[in-house]
C-alpha cells in the first residue's frame, strides 16, 4: 500500500491551470524530496520533477513542482491535449525503508 | 544515446523462478545507481529495490513484498543488471523496468530519468 496519497483524477479545458496534490507524512515527504513522474499509455514512466521543484532538461516550465511539510503539489499551467497522462509523486519513507510511489492522478484535458 | 533493454520475462507458473537482465549502454554503468520497479496489469509504478555501485558500497535494498525471495546483481564487466526472482506469486505479474538516474549529479539514486522499455512477467498457473 502506498504511503502517498492523490486524488485519482483530474481535469481541465486546454489553456487552464490544473494542480495535483500529494498528501504523505514525516516519515517521507516530511523529511525527504519529492519527484514526480508522468506516464502516457503503454509507456514507461517519464521523469517530471526531481527534488521538489526541479525540471530536468527538456521538460517544459509549464509543469513546476512545489513541497509544504507533508505535502507536495504538482502543477500544469497552459494544459494541452498531450498533457492527458498519469501522473505520480514518489519519495523515500524511512518507516518502510522503501521508495514509495503515489497512488496516481490520471489527468483528463 | 542511453539505452537500457531489459530480457528474460514470460510465463511462469507459482512457486517458480526466473531472472531479468538489463543490458545497459550510454553510460558508465560501474558508476551507476540502479533500480527495479515493477507495474502491473491497470496499476502504478512499485519499486522493487536498488543496488549502488561497488564504489559506493554496492548496498542494496529490497521492497518489503519481494524481500527474501528477489535479489538485485550486477556484473560491470558486462554492463548488466540482474533480478533473480524466485518463489513466485500471482501478485507478482507486472511489467518490470530497469531504471536509474543519467548521473550522481542529481545527489539521488532515485531520480529515475533513464527507463529501459521492460520485460513482462506472468505469473499463473
Known amino acids: 500500500q502506498s504511503g502517498l496519497t492523490q486524488p485519482p483524477s483530474a481535469s481541465g479545458t486546454p489553456g487552464q491551470r490544473v494542480t495535483i496534490s500529494c498528501s504523505g507524512s514525516s516519515s517521507n515527504i516530511g523529511t525527504g524530496t519529492v519527484n514526480w513522474f508522468q506516464q502516457l499509455p503503454g509507456t514507461a514512466p517519464k521523469l517530471l520533477i526531481y527534488?521538489?521543484?526541479h525540471r530536468p532538461s527538456g521538460v517544459p516550465d509549464r509543469f513546476s513542482g512545489s513541497k509544504s511539510g507533508t505535502s507536495a503539489s504538482l502543477a500544469i499551467s497552459g494544459l494541452q491535449s498531450e498533457d492527458e497522462a498519469d501522473y505520480y509523486c514518489?519519495?523515500?519513507?524511512?518507516?518502510?525503508?522503501?521508495?514509495?510511489f503515489g497512488s496516481g492522478t490520471k489527468v483528463t484535458v | 544515446e542511453v539505452q537500457l533493454v531489459e530480457s528474460g520475462g514470460g510465463l511462469v507458473k507459482p512457486g517458480g523462478s526466473v531472472r531479468l537482465s538489463c543490458v545497459v549502454s550510454g553510460i558508465t554503468f560501474s558508476k551507476a545507481w540502479m533500480s527495479w520497479v515493477r507495474q502491473a496489469p491497470g496499476k502504478g509504478p512499485e519499486w522493487v529495490g536498488r543496488i549502488y555501485s561497488k564504489n559506493d558500497g554496492g548496498a542494496i535494498a529490497y521492497a518489503a513484498p519481494v524481500k527474501d525471495r528477489f535479489t538485485i546483481s550486477r556484473d560491470d564487466s558486462k554492463n548488466t543488471l540482474y533480478l533473480q526472482m524466485n518463489s513466485l506469486k500471482t501478485e507478482d505479474t507486472a511489467l518490470y523496468y530497469c531504471?536509474?538516474?543519467?548521473?550522481?549529479?542529481?545527489?539521488?539514486?532515485?531520480?529515475?530519468?533513464?527507463w529501459g522499455q521492460g520485460t513482462m512477467v506472468t505469473v499463473s498457473s
Open positions: 514518489a519519495a523515500w519513507d524511512d518507516s518502510l525503508g522503501s521508495y514509495v
Open positions: 527534488s521538489n521543484s
Open positions: 531504471t536509474t538516474p543519467s548521473g550522481t549529479y542529481y545527489g539521488s539514486p532515485y531520480v529515475f530519468d533513464i
